[in-house]
């Protein structure tokens, strides 16, 4: 009896395929050949310079210090013991005396302390400034604020009429003015403080007709009496 023959193991049935994929893989093979065929390549243009353009480059070095841990904190000093001495030295105890009065002291009493009044130092008040203005006789009646002109008035019209031209001066052809400043006092008196002259022929007659001058009523200051001074001019003129 012949063995049958199994139809899955027989070589011939799949010869053709074992063929075609044979030519698939030598084909296959050739074109990876001609793909990694290699080429001279040329060198000649290249140099043995090397590119040293980064070297000029300040690259900042970083150093990383290995800083020791900080020491720990010193230990808490030791509380201080007190000691505590005996003083053996004695107090002596200090009596304050009192002030007190006792009745068979006797209390001096001491002399009542005059304190003596102290005067305002005189001052002079100058005519522009004066409160009150000394009153010439003939303006007491008048109103306050024309007394000042009808003051003024007044002694001009004084030098007019008691004025008498020196014959000496008219014989020597003196002739100026003279500067008087005279001084109106508390009680109502006239004096010459200054006088400045350009002859002694002149000063002499302006001397005269000022010591002519009446009593007047002084002026005021806040309500007071006070010394007030006043400047005038005398001029003596020959005719041409």
């Known amino acids: 009896m012949e063995p049958k023959k199994n139809i899955n193991v027989d070589p011939k049935r799949n010869s053709a395929l074992y063929f075609q994929l044979g030519l698939a893989a030598i084909a296959i093979l050739s074109y990876l050949a001609i793909e990694l065929k290699t080429y001279e390549k040329d060198l000649s243009g290249l140099t043995k310079e090397a590119d040293t353009s980064f070297l000029d480059e300040d690259v900042p070095v970083t150093m990383q210090l290995n800083t020791p841990p900080p020491p720990p904190p010193p230990p808490p000093p030791a509380p201080e013991v007190i000691k505590i001495v005996e003083d053996k030295k004695d107090i002596k ?3 304050i005396q009192s002030t007190e009065t006792n009745q068979k002291e006797e209390v001096v009493k001491a002399e009542k302390v005059v304190v003596a009044e102290v005067e305002e130092p005189e001052v002079d008040v100058p005519f522009a400034i004066i409160e009150d203005v000394p009153m010439f006789p003939g303006c007491e009646n008048v109103p306050k604020d024309k007394r000042k002109e009808c003051f003024q008035e007044k002694i001009q019209a004084h030098i007019k009429k008691n004025f008498q031209y020196p014959d ?27 006088m400045r002259a350009p002859y002694p022929t002149l000063e002499k007659e302006a001397r005269r007709i000022m010591g002519k001058l009446p009593k007047m009523t002084p002026g005021k200051q806040r309500g007071k009496p006070v010394r007030m001074t006043m400047s005038i001019p005398i001029t003596f003129k020959l005719d041409q």
């Open 93 to 95: 105890e200090v009596e």
């Open 168 to 194: 000496a001066a008219v014989d020597a052809g003196h002739q100026g003015k003279v500067f008087v400043s005279f001084i109106i006092e508390k009680d109502g008196t006239v004096s010459i403080a200054n």
